[in-house]
């Protein structure tokens, strides 16, 4: 199957920063959503993005599917953005792959 | 209010010792699907159903048991649990598969 890959695992910044969390798919992408998951182990929704860009107030996202990758951008960063994020890929067949997530840390 | 709910939400139990964590929808989602997260890990699918009746195996689906009897209910059965299947278990539905999936709370089992 799909082998789904993020990058950084781990980054700290300082509140107001900007950020880029990275995916990388080894083969084509199908259906990519970006998840947050808070310190308390609830899975936010952020974005279903196949391809494309969308934007969601601070964060957006852009998925280049030929290139098998998707990029989320997080700006002027806040302490509630700490935590987990994750990508997954969602077949049509029904499988669903996640990468193993980049902790964020915002520091105040 | 549209949600996934599960339960529940913790639970702690011994080696051998049957147990059902229950998982409901009520988006009439065709598409479910079970997940484990163990530290430092992503998601890893246990099993997913299409539809009522129609069940497959994801990545990590030893030890575990599904059925899907109706549309909203996707109740996730380990017969014989052991320690290695202590984690954090996740719920999730789609309206059909492959679409935008929504999570249950979490169901953080822990096996002595």
């Known amino acids: 199957g799909i082998q789904v890959e993020q990058s950084p695992p781990d980054l700290i910044l300082q509140e107001g920063a900007n950020s880029t969390l990275r995916c990388n798919f080894s083969?084509?992408?199908?259906?990519l959503q970006w998840f947050h998951q808070n310190p308390w182990g609830q899975l936010i929704n952020l974005f279903y993005i196949p391809s494309g860009t969308k934007q969601n107030g601070r964060l957006s996202a852009t998925t280049v599917a030929t290139e098998r990758y998707s990029l989320l951008y997080i700006s002027s960063s806040q302490t509630t953005d700490s935590g987990v994020y994750f990508c997954?890929?969602?077949?049509?067949?029904?499988?669903?792959?996640f990468g193993d997530g980049t902790t964020l840390t915002v520091k105040p | 209010e549209a949600q996934v709910t599960q339960n529940p939400r913790y639970l702690i139990t011994v080696t051998g010792k049957k147990l059902t964590v229950t998982c409901s929808q009520n988006?009439?989602?065709?598409?479910m699907s079970w997940y484990r997260q163990d530290p430092g890990l992503g998601l890893r699918q246990i099993y997913y159903s299409m539809n009522v009746e129609v069940t497959d195996k994801g990545d990590v689906p030893e030890g575990y048991k599904v059925s899907r009897k109706e549309k909203r209910n996707f109740p996730l059965i380990l017969e014989s649990p052991s320690p290695n299947q202590t984690s954090l278990y996740f719920c999730a539905s789609s309206l059909i598969p492959g679409a935008e999936q929504y999570f249950g709370p979490g169901t953080r089992l822990t096996v002595t």
């Open positions: 083969d084509s992408v199908n259906n």
């Open positions: 988006m009439n989602h065709e598409y």
């Open positions: 997954a890929d969602n077949t049509n067949a029904g499988k669903s792959t």
